[in-house]
T-cell receptor, first 112, second 109 residues
Framework: EAGVTQSPTHLIKTRGQQVTLRCSPISGHTSVYWYQQALGLGLQFLLWYDEGEERNRGNFPPRFSGRQFPNYSSELNVNALELEDSALYLC???????????FGPGTRLLVL | KNEVEQSPQNLTAQEGEFITINCSYSVGISALHWLQQHPGGGIVSLFMLSSGKKKHGRLIATINIQEKHSSLHITASHPRDSAVYICAVNRGSQGNLIFGKGTKLSVKP
């Protein structure tokens, strides 16, 4: 069974640009979570989608947004990129809420 | 103050030693997770627990709900255990995780 997949693996953008990151959960998982890990910092919660709806968002500005598609895959969009958006963006999925989360390999974003 | 606190931040051990990593939380939770992150960045879930104790191989996780405290123990540590260990919680009814800052473990041969 395939794990959580994310694309792209690496991305370089310049300040002010927009970026879209993609995540495919494990088959059968309906909850998708997005987390940010900036260099030297801990993991921070970004967004949680379940059954196509945004269920919760972390303490991030509105330029961080996303959506979940009918097949439960998800996109994370970041507008007006800033230097401090440089980070590892991790997607995770779970079969049900408050169950074990399975993490993807992440997308490394560098903003210059 | 962070909602999830871990100690120690860094830990160096000799191969074979018994290791304990601690996690305290200050919010109501429905579950606590222990995660392992290797240098490449990949994260693996080790345990999810809401009460008592769980064991998997050389790893043991315990939680005391009344004291809002959990421990992760590694018996007979090995260099391949070197990684960052992260404590995370589901706060209330939320599905997303709130994380501690992690404990960087280095096991020397």
């Amino acid at each position: 069974e395939a794990g959580v997949t994310q694309s792209p693996t690496h991305l370089i953008k310049t300040r002010g640009q927009q970026v879209t990151l993609r995540c495919s959960p494990i088959s059968g998982h309906t909850s998708v979570y997005w987390y940010q890990q900036a260099l030297g910092l801990g993991l921070q919660f970004l967004l949680w989608y379940d059954e196509g709806e945004e269920r919760n968002r972390g303490n991030f500005p509105p330029r961080f947004s996303g959506r979940q598609f009918p097949n439960y895959s998800s996109e994370l969009n970041v507008n007006a990129l800033e230097l401090e958006d440089s980070a590892l963006y991790l997607c995770a999925s779970s079969f049900r809420i408050q169950e074990t989360q399975y993490f993807g390999p992440g997308t490394r974003l560098l903003v210059l | 103050k962070n909602e999830v606190e871990q100690s120690p931040q860094n830990l160096t051990a000799q191969e074979g030693e018994f290791i304990t990593i601690n996690c305290s939380y200050s919010v109501g939770i429905s579950a606590l997770h222990w995660l392992q992150q290797h240098p490449g960045g990949g994260i693996v879930s080790l345990f999810m627990l809401s009460s008592g104790k769980k064991k998997h191989g050389r790893l043991i996780a315990t939680i005391n709900i009344q004291e809002k405290h959990s421990s992760l123990h590694i018996t007979a540590s090995h260099p391949r255990d070197s990684a960052v260990y992260i404590c995370a919680v589901n706060r209330g009814s939320q599905g997303n995780l709130i994380f501690g800052k992690g404990t960087k473990l280095s096991v020397k041969p």
